[in-house]
């Protein structure tokens, strides 16, 4: 398996950073981690542009949020 490139490394983290804004305290430790394996996933699968990877981001939290309350 090779090594993200810089640039999906930097659209992960915007991705990450952008999906957790509205949570309180932009979400604990294991929500996040949560999140960010997700995206980890899914840049490991090819989709790499930051729009894919928000919106891999957006569905991991609902997924998530719907668990917790459901």
Request: glycine fraction near 8%; proline fraction near 3%; charge should be positive.
């Amino acid at each position: 398996m090779k090594p993200l490139d810089e640039r999906t490394l930097a659209n992960l983290d915007v991705a990450l950073e952008a999906a957790c804004r509205d949570l309180p305290h932009g979400g604990d430790h294991d929500f996040r981690k949560k999140v960010a394996l997700k995206l980890m996933g899914a840049a490991r699968k090819g989709e790499t542009s930051l729009t894919a990877l928000s919106a891999v981001a957006r569905e991991a939290i609902s997924e998530m949020k719907a668990k917790k309350a459901g």
